[in-house]
């Protein structure tokens, strides 16, 4: 596979969207992997991988969208 940048060999792939990367193209991100309650409820945890790969092109979103047609 090729880097969707530049075209040359790719070296990665990103987490988010599966877009092919150099390693002079490669950035990184967190990636959360879970989440769940804490002991006290009050509060959400989160498992994350930290410096993830990405493209640097996807737009991961922050918050969760709703999608009402996969019912």
Not at 3 to 27: E, P, T
Not at 36 to 44: D, G, T
Request: charged share 15%.
């Amino acid at each position: 596979m090729n880097c969707w940048h530049c075209n040359q060999s790719a070296q990665a792939v990103c987490r988010f969207c599966g877009r092919s990367v150099c390693k002079d193209h490669v950035q990184t991100m967190n990636y959360i992997v879970s989440v769940y309650p804490s002991e006290s409820k009050q509060v959400l945890k989160s498992l994350v991988v930290a410096d993830a790969v990405f493209c640097g092109v996807c737009k991961p979103q922050p918050e969760p969208l709703e999608t009402p047609y996969l019912d």
